[in-house]
């Protein structure tokens, strides 16, 4: 396929999801949850909550890992991939925000728990962190677009006071990524035990650790790819490294819990749940395995796969957690509709769209931040927009 029949395929994909949802948009919010989705009053969560929400925050984790190993750290070789990170960061809590509303029986009511405070709620401190962190992440995106305009002065503002909200973005993103873990934490009769811990915060916030290392490489490698960039591959080769030690921790601790808890052996019991736990496993433990060898991290394709294999390992979790470890406690079989299904595809695609709108007019990249800023007549303006421009 060369490359004009590829765009027009893409696009033409991507105009047919977005009015299939559209469609399916009128019929949730004329008809109701009941009639665009297959949801009940015995299995009220579908893949609304389980992808839209818990996948899609975990997927945005990159924003306040590379903010963290970059500005508390100081690992400045990772500068790079910070604002991409940032980007797609943003985008995915915005775009969690509005699945949100989709899932909300009355999605009018989403201020409620800003106003009427329920502080013994594990969802009133999800709800609070998610809408402080959005609006950390809209004033860390914020100096791309000044960059565009050449409002030097309000980016030097900016600037002066940035290191104080990365700190408190990482505390809040560290907060409501473990509670989102912690929801499930009353569910200990419901959630089958190959899923249900007392770890689950903790287990939640070191696999959003490693997604978000994941998918900054996943994102530099379709960056470079899409823009006809160089792969910053140094870069990509120490996240590998680094990635193949946390997903190891995960796995350790998840495999002590299992046994300590007795849980192991209910992989003996009949059900699809062991076949999705195998799942599961495979795809996180294989591309581990795959890193920590020298060879693989010295191939750009094969750190591509193991990348891929392991986001679709963290999916295949959260929806266990969220969808297939509560069926059998409720009675029933959840298949999503179609109406849920499109709309989480119009998500993932408007998301890809967004991001690469923003990569092509925004300075997001690093070759971008090298691009002249315009001219300003005071003369420590003008000294400032070329350390912009330098990257300083």
């Not at 899609?56 to 970059?70: K, N």
């Not at 080769?237 to 030690?245: E, G, I, N, S």
């Not at 420590?380 to 330098?390: I, N, P, T, V």
Request: a positive charge.
């Amino acid at each position: 396929m060369n490359n004009a029949l590829r765009t027009y395929f893409w696009r033409g994909s991507f105009a047919i999801i977005m009015l299939v949802a559209l469609y399916a948009t009128f019929v949730r919010f004329y008809y109701g949850l009941g009639a665009s989705t297959n949801l009940s009053d015995q299995f009220p969560w579908g893949i609304w909550v389980g992808f839209d929400v818990l996948c899609g925050v975990g997927l945005a984790a990159g924003g306040f890992t590379l903010a963290a190993i970059v500005h508390i750290f100081n690992l400045k070789a990772y500068k790079a991939v910070v604002r991409p990170a940032i980007l797609t960061a943003f985008l995915g809590y915005l775009l969690v925000t509005v699945a949100l509303m989709f899932d909300l029986g009355r999605p009018y009511r989403v201020w409620h728990p800003l106003i009427m405070w329920n502080p013994r709620s594990v969802m009133f401190e999800v709800g609070w962190c998610v809408t402080l962190y959005t609006s950390v992440l809209f004033l860390e995106f914020l100096p791309m677009v000044l960059e565009k305009l050449g409002l030097v002065k309000a980016h030097r503002v900016l600037k002066n006071v940035m290191l104080p909200i990365i700190i408190l973005g990482v505390i809040l993103s560290t907060l409501h990524q473990s509670s989102l873990g912690s929801v499930f934490l009353i569910l200990p009769t419901k959630l089958h035990p190959l899923w249900y811990s007392p770890l689950l915060p903790v287990l939640f916030y070191v696999s959003a650790i490693a997604t978000g290392l994941a998918m900054t490489i996943f994102e530099s490698w379709h960056s470079a790819k899409a823009f006809g960039r160089q792969l910053e591959f140094p870069l990509v080769q120490k996240m590998t490294r680094v990635l193949a030690v946390v997903i190891a921790v995960y796995l350790t601790m998840r495999f002590l819990d299992l046994y300590h808890r007795g849980a192991l052996s209910t992989l003996n019991n009949p059900g699809w749940e062991r076949w999705l736990f195998g799942l599961e496993i495979v795809l996180m433990a294989v591309p581990m395995l795959m890193f920590f060898r020298e060879r693989t991290r010295e191939n750009p394709q094969a750190i591509y796969v193991g990348t891929v294999l392991f986001l679709l390992g963290f999916v295949t979790h959260r929806l266990n957690v969220s969808v297939t470890g509560l069926e059998a406690s409720s009675g029933v079989h959840y298949v999503p509709k179609w109406t849920e299904i499109s709309v989480t595809l119009a998500m993932v695609a408007f998301g890809f769209f967004v991001f690469r709108m923003a990569a092509h007019y925004l300075p997001v990249f690093e070759a971008e931040e090298h691009q002249p800023v315009p001219e300003v007549p005071v003369l420590e303006d003008r000294a400032y927009a070329h350390s912009l421009a330098r990257g300083d």
